[in-house]
């Protein structure tokens, strides 16, 4: 089976890339951030901190989560109901960061992950692919840009679906969920030794995905 690896911080453009990606290569793709982004956002309807460790881990064994394609497009369901939309808020983002430093909820989603790469070609990405979740992936990609390239896409996002959000907010929240991901203790954001650095600052998505789809066609062959 062939596994892919992309990691990076977070608005670097590594879910639409790697829907595209996936698509084109054929393969399975995987939102890891989407399944933190369902834990946290269950934390938040249960009116818990996302950052209370002890209060989130009561909540786990409550969880049940489930990826499925519908119409070539992924969706993640919370205990059967399709949260793919309700988990892309600026608050789901952050709680997802918070409960993605728990350990536990780390290893509740790590043997789900790492299943899915046993039986099916797969492109993962996330925060830890290439060093924790799949360290032995055929091609491990780490994804960047400036954190000012990275707020302005996903603040052009943000307009496109209606969000009423300033650009400023979103920088701010870029800038913190990057101090977040490389400080915590559980599995902190780094590049793996043997990934390969692409930083798509000056590079628009087809440049990106020429680039991204060069690295693995290198490694695969």
């Not at 060069?214 to 695969?220: G, H, L, N, Q, S």
């Amino acid at each position: 089976m062939i596994s892919v690896a992309i990691d990076g911080p977070a608005g670097a453009g590594k879910s639409t890339l790697a829907r595209r990606l996936a698509a084109d290569l054929g393969y399975i793709y995987v939102d890891t951030g989407a399944m933190y982004r369902t834990i946290g956002l269950y934390a938040l309807r249960a009116g818990k901190d996302p950052h209370d460790n002890a209060a989130v881990n009561a909540l786990l064994p409550e969880i049940s989560l489930r990826l499925a394609s519908v119409d070539g497009e992924q969706h993640i369901y919370l205990n059967e109901e399709d949260v793919s939309k309700a988990i892309r808020t600026e608050e789901a983002g952050m709680a997802a960061s918070a409960v993605g430093a728990n350990p536990e909820v780390r290893a509740f989603l790590l043997d789900l992950q790492r299943n899915m790469a046993k039986t099916q070609n797969i492109l993962m990405d996330g925060r830890d692919i290439g060093t924790v979740v799949l360290p032995n992936a055929t091609a491990k990609i780490f994804l960047t840009a400036a954190p000012e390239a990275r707020a302005k896409r996903r603040w052009k996002e943000y307009q496109e679906k209606g969000v009423n959000v300033s650009f400023e907010e979103v920088l701010e929240d870029v800038k913190k969920r990057d101090y977040q991901d490389t400080h915590r203790e559980a599995a902190p954001l780094k590049q793996a030794e043997d990934a390969v650095l692409l930083d798509t600052s000056d590079l628009n998505f087809e440049q990106s995905l020429d680039a991204m789809k060069k690295i693995i066609t290198e490694k695969v062959s």
